[in-house]
Structures are given as structure tokens and as C-alpha cells.
């Protein structure tokens, strides 16, 4: 089940037509003489140094999309379609794949991690485990990722407004720009599957938003403390925001098309019992 490749190339151009234009340097946007490390705290250390990690491990997603929508597929429509998806795949990693680096010169150039080789072998550490999206089937892998881009703009966005360091919180401003644009795609492209299949990706949809974990969530050591101390550095931070997010676009997708109002509604309803989530309505 793969989008008319019309529908994919207006995303794509869509996407593309902004990130062209929305261009940052790793190396000389930021002022890193003007870093206050005194300003930090460790908690705050703390969270760059694990949102270092989950930037970092970009090889392995996009190595995970390039073996999922291969240029050498076996049919020449399915090549063309993964074709036209590169242009955002590309583009799209060459952004996370500057968070990464941003994050890691931070890092070094506020003295957290002074010596660059080091900090590049504890990062390869993490970025040598197996990743994997955990889903195949393309709306499901662009849920996943739907989620996962919510989820780093909400956090950078909710950190941001407690960092007092001046140059880490222009970099989070950068940062949460990016992943809102990011998310911004994969909403169009999940609603386009809405539109373009009706209610047989619903329970598709589904089974991604109960499912969903944050990468490394299963090869980080000792990741579920560090996930709780990072998410209590972001007051406002909330762990099931993208999925409440998502089950509100549903819904407006549901208002617009009165014949699948009702599995949406069915949906949402399953979603919000087995993940104990007693409103939605507060979401924007
Ligand atoms: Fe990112
Ligand atoms: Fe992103």
C-alpha cells in the first residue's frame, strides 16, 4: 500500500519548497564563545547529552529507509516512488544528521565533553546497536515517525523555555524549527493515506500509536531513568503529547470525511481506554 506517486511528489515538492530555504550552520550560526556554561545545570547537561544520543543514531534510520523503499525495488512504479520519497529522505536526514553533529559540538565547545574523540566514541557506541522502526509497511513507518518528530519538537520546544544558557537555547529554537517542519510532512503524508485508502489503514495507525517507543528505548543502557530525568528537565513535557496529537488530527480527518467518521471515532476511542488518556480536547 504505497501513495499515488502524484499525491507523494506534492508532499515531497511541499517539503522541499521550504527546507531549501530554511538553512542553519552547524558551525557558524552559533556563538560558541558566547557559551555560559555556568548557566547550566546538570540535569540540563544531562539531557543534551541523551538527546546527543537519539540524534545521533540518524545512520541507522536512514539506512532503515533506504532498505525500505529500495531505488532498486522490483517493479519500475514501486522505483519511481522510492525515487521521489529520496528527495525528502535525504534532505530530511541531512537535517537530523546536523542535530546530531550541532548537539555534539555543544557539547565539546562548553566543556561538557572537551575532547572530541572521546565524545565520538561513546556516541559510536550507542550508534553500532541494532535499530530498527520495528514496522515495514510504509503508512506504518511514517507514523512511527510522525510520532518521533512530535516528540523531539515538543521536547526541544518545552526545554527551551527553562534553559537559561544563551546559546544552547538558540540551538533548541534551530532544533525545534526543524522537527516542527518534519512533523509537518509526515502529517500530510498520514492524512494523504487517510484519504487516498479510507478506513483499511486505520487499524494500521493503530497498532503504531499503542506500540510506539522512542528509539533506543532497547539498546540504551539504564534508559528508562534517564528518560524519566530527562522529560522532568522539560516542565510541560508530556510523554504521550504526540500521540494525543495525532489522535486529534484523526479526528479532524474523521470530521472532513463523513464515511470514515465512525472507525476514526471507533479508533480514537481503543487508543485513549488502553493508553489511559482521559481527554484529547486540550490538544491543539
Ligand atoms: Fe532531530
Ligand atoms: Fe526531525
Redesign the pocket.
Known amino acids: 500500500m504505497q501513495l499515488p506517486l502524484e499525491k507523494l511528489r506534492q508532499h515531497v515538492d511541499n517539503y522541499n519548497k521550504l527546507a531549501d530555504d530554511a538553512n542553519w550552520n552547524r558551525f557558524k550560526s552559533l556563538h560558541w564563545n558566547e557559551i555560559r556554561p555556568e548557566l547550566l545545570t546538570q540535569g540540563q547537561k544531562d539531557a543534551v547529552i541523551f538527546v546527543t544520543y537519539v540524534?545521533d543514531h540518524l545512520p541507522g534510520y536512514f539506512a532503515e529507509y533506504q532498505s525500505l523503499f529500495p531505488i532498486t525495488a522490483e517493479g519500475m512504479k514501486e522505483s519511481i516512488h522510492n525515487r521521489e520519497l529520496f528527495h525528502f529522505t535525504v534532505r530530511w536526514s541531512l537535517?537530523?544528521d546536523r542535530?546530531?553533529q550541532a548537539l555534539a559540538l555543544y557539547q565539546f565547545h562548553s566543556g561538557m565533553e572537551p575532547n572530541r574523540d572521546l565524545l565520538e566514541e561513546k556516541l559510536i557506541i550507542e550508534n553500532r546497536k541494532p535499530f530498527s522502526i520495528g514496522f515495514s509497511k510504509p503508512v506504518q513507518v511514517f507514523t512511527y515517525t510522525l510520532l518521533q518528530e512530535k516528540a523531539?519538537q515538543l521536547y526541544y520546544q518545552s526545554l527551551s523555555r527553562v534553559v537559561k544558557e544563551p546559546v544552547l537555547n538558540r540551538l533548541l529554537v534551530y532544533?525545534t524549527k526543524?522537527?516542527s517542519r518534519?512533523f509537518g510532512f509526515f502529517c500530510e503524508i498520514v492524512e494523504s493515506f487517510l484519504t487516498t485508502f479510507g478506513d483499511e489503514v486505520i487499524p494500521l495507525i493503530e497498532e503504531v500509536t499503542l506500540n510506539y517507543k522512542m528509539p533506543l528505548h532497547n539498546t540504551m543502557s539504564d534508559y528508562r531513568r534517564k528518560a524519566i530525568l530527562m522529560a522532568r528537565e522539560a516542565p510541560g513535557y508530556d510523554r504521550m503529547l504526540p500521540q494525543k496529537v495525532l489522535m486529534r488530527q484523526l479526528r479532524r480527518v474523521g470530521e472532513r470525511m463523513s464515511e470514515i467518521k465512525k472507525p476514526i471515532e471507533e479508533s480514537i476511542t481503543r487508543m485513549m481506554d488502553s493508553l489511559r488518556i482521559g481527554t484529547i480536547e486540550d490538544v491543539v
Open positions: 540524534e537535517e537530523e542535530h546530531a523531539t532544533l526543524d522537527e518534519h
